[in-house]
């Protein structure tokens, strides 16, 4: 059998047993598209139907939780777990609480993550998890008691041996810390490893908030280096306002680089002078954290612009970098940013762009950074917080920032090399697919049929 026919077969078959799961098969043929050129190579591959197997979640986990809100009501949500692959290690990735998440959506970020931990070159397998609780709106109690009942059931599952969850969207050092507490109480044991993104007052890592934006920002540095150009001086249209937005900031402004939007659900801030103080990063964290304050406000305060019910893709600039959700960046949106010379597309945020909007990029000659490899520093710093939390010994800043920077390079040179090597020129997205399906790859063979 030919390497398009077994694609074509196993993406029917994965279509038709996951039909109401868009985004799941979004992510699957995004990948498994880019393998071609490999499996004209690997008729082993081909031979152990490597494609299904790698297509079907080892374990899904999917439990009540229950929790009495501030009225002493009792309200219940879904929790998902995703243990998708424990081919090269434990199953690690983190936990998203939104209303939005569904199990196509924690399925889609399981498989991404699978390939992500891989580039990262630390023996981590890939997991997600989460719950369509939305914190937003809710008092701290509320998260809190929310956030126990969550990891009743969730402790059954996870262990730092066994499956590592960190944080996502709606889940920062403070639901961490309330997660990793009452998982404390339920094992009677500090298993450091069993939960990553702790605040540092309890073996968490340093730096580890800012990791996924500054691995971004690392990422596009090297990719601009290696093209002869520099992040310094450019101009940065982001999206977003959380941890991987403001981790982004801080950095780029460090490098002499300027995030000049940010959004949410309503609306987008335009600050051409840039986000680029603490007192605008502190206000970031306000934004997140208290909830007592909004973009508009932000505006507001720093004379900025805000554009309500926008978002900021018609705004020109030299790097478009997508830090909020997943499909953030459709073909409207791509033509916009095309139409404008941007020179690269550095996906912050998990499957940041659809399929289509891909292949237009692709057409218009535009560099795109997929985010399996552009946003593979939140994982890796908290694979390396598991390492500091085994040795019961923790890392500096500096230690912490240049074991982050070097990852962050190999992935965007791995990512480059295969790409070249099977004769894709410098296609990052189909590079980076296949890096991480290769090493996912030998380790399923070599462990025997399962």
């Known amino acids: 059998m030919n390497s398009q026919t077994y694609i074509e077969q196993s993406l029917t078959k994965i279509k038709s047993q996951n039909s109401h799961e868009p985004e799941f098969i979004q992510a699957v043929e995004e990948v498994f598209h880019s393998l071609a050129p490999v499996l004209e190579k690997r008729q082993d591959l081909i031979d152990a139907n490597i494609l299904e197997r790698m297509a079907e979640p080892e374990r899904i986990i999917i439990f009540k939780v229950s929790w009495i809100d501030d009225a002493g009501a009792i309200q219940v949500n879904r929790g998902f777990r995703v243990q998708f692959n424990s081919a090269i290690g434990p199953y690690k990735g983190g936990l998203r609480f939104a209303s939005t998440v569904n199990l196509s959506t924690v399925k889609f970020l399981a498989f991404e993550q699978t390939f992500k931990n891989a580039l990262t070159s630390l023996p981590i397998g890939g997991g997600k998890g989460g719950s369509d609780f939305d914190p937003q709106g809710k008092s701290d109690r509320e998260i809190m008691r929310f956030c126990q009942a969550f990891m009743l059931e969730l402790s059954k599952h996870i262990g730092g041996n066994v499956d590592s969850p ?251 090399e295969n790409a070249q090597n099977y004769g894709l020129g410098e296609d990052l997205v189909a590079g980076a697919n296949i890096a991480g399906f290769l090493k996912v790859a030998e380790a399923m063979i070599l462990q025997g049929e399962y």
Not at 186 to 203: H, L, Q, R
Not at 266 to 293: C, Q, S, W
């Open 166 to 416: 960190a944080g996502d969207i709606g889940v920062g050092s403070r639901e961490l810390g309330y997660l990793f507490g009452y998982y404390k109480r339920i094992k009677n044991e500090f298993d450091g490893a069993g939960v990553t993104g702790k605040p540092v007052a309890f073996s968490g890592s340093i730096l580890r908030p800012e990791a996924t934006g500054y691995g971004l920002a690392y990422f596009a540095e090297e990719l601009l280096e290696d093209n002869g150009d520099s992040l310094s001086g450019k101009t940065i249209i982001a999206s977003g306002y959380g941890n991987v937005c403001w981790g982004l900031c801080k950095k780029a402004t460090e490098l002499g680089a300027k995030v000049v939007t940010l959004s949410s659900r309503i609306g987008y801030v335009y600050d051409p002078d840039g986000v680029n103080t603490e007192e605008k990063f502190n206000f970031m964290l306000r934004i997140r954290n208290e909830r007592t304050a909004t973009l508009k406000d932000y505006a507001v305060k720093f004379g900025a612009e805000f554009f309500p019910n926008e978002k900021p893709w018609s705004r020109a600039g030299d790097l478009v970098i997508p830090c909020a959700t997943q499909n953030e960046i459709g073909m409207v949106e791509a033509q916009l940013i095309a139409d404008n010379g941007v020179k690269a597309v550095i996906e912050g945020s998990n499957m940041s762009t659809t399929n289509d909007a891909l292949s237009y990029f692709k057409m218009q000659g535009l560099a795109v950074a997929p985010a399996k490899a552009a946003n593979a520093g939140g994982v890796a710093v908290s694979a390396l917080e598991m390492s500091q939390n085994a040795m019961k010994y923790p890392w500096t800043a500096e230690e912490v920032d240049d074991k982050l920077q070097n990852i962050m390079k190999n992935i965007y040179h791995t990512a480059k």
